[in-house]
């Protein structure tokens, strides 16, 4: 059965404190894995896709990557602004559904 | 201009009553969704349209029902309300049924009193 967990549930830094949060999968022929963004009271908002192992994105202070059982998303430097729940899923190729897990919630203090 | 605009915003009824949350994208997409977010942030599926066309349709109980009159509107129509239909029910819509890339209207608050 296809499945995502994310670590941790929450991650608490002081602003400037480096950090990463992990997305573990399973699937059935990987055909994508996808970081969103989701700030309180508002949809999901794209940030990265990645299709294959050893493949990164970045974007300002994040940088996603992907190995063939789990992606990290690197939080370099954050800020007070960062703060979100940040949410993984991933597709696989036997339908055009997504498997989301339950996010982690960062709170970054200034 | 919002790309995928959902309405209401917030949504409080009693057990029992029918309600319908409307969504509509701009986006000139193919593809739209309707999403079920629990109180422990889950995102579940619930339907999916590809050009007015069903394509996926989970396991929920039949009291939901989507209708898509274009390819630009995708509503929800909830008989029946139960306690446990209390939660963020999120639009999105996305190009095509691949799905690559989703965007997400700002979501409805439903709680059944």
């Known amino acids: 059965e296809d499945q995502v967990t994310q670590s941790p549930e929450a991650l608490r830094l002081q602003e400037g404190e480096s950090s990463s949060l992990n997305c573990s999968y399973t699937?059935?022929?990987?055909?994508?894995l996808f970081w969103y963004r989701q700030d309180p009271g508002k949809g999901p908002e794209f940030l990265f896709t990645?299709?294959?192992?050893?493949e990164e994105k970045e974007k300002e202070r994040l940088k996603a990557t992907l190995t063939k059982k789990e992606s990290f998303l690197h939080i370099t430097a954050p800020k007070p602004e960062d703060s979100a729940t940040y949410l993984c899923?991933?597709?696989?190729?036997?339908?055009?559904?997504?498997?989301w897990g339950a996010g982690t919630k960062l709170i970054i203090k200034p | 201009d919002t790309a995928v605009s959902q309405t209401p915003k917030y949504l409080v009824t009693q057990m029992g009553n029918d309600k319908s949350i409307k969504c509509e994208q701009n986006l000139g997409h193919d593809t739209m969704y309707w999403y079920k977010q629990d109180s422990k942030k889950f995102l579940k599926i619930m339907f999916s349209?590809?050009?007015?066309?069903?394509?996926i349709n989970e396991t929920v109980p039949n009291r939901f029902s989507p209708k898509s009159p274009d390819k630009a509107h995708l509503n929800l129509h909830i008989n029946s309300l139960e306690l446990g239909d209390s939660a963020v029910y999120f639009c999105?819509?996305?190009?095509?049924?691949?799905?690559?890339?989703?965007?997400f209207g700002a979501g409805t608050r439903l709680s059944v009193l």
């Open positions: 899923a991933v597709g696989g190729d036997s339908n055009y559904q997504l498997i």
């Open positions: 699937v059935s022929g990987l055909r994508g």
């Open positions: 990645l299709y294959s192992a050893g």
């Open positions: 999105a819509s996305s190009q095509d049924q691949t799905g690559r890339r989703q965007y």
């Open positions: 349209y590809n050009n007015k066309e069903l394509i």
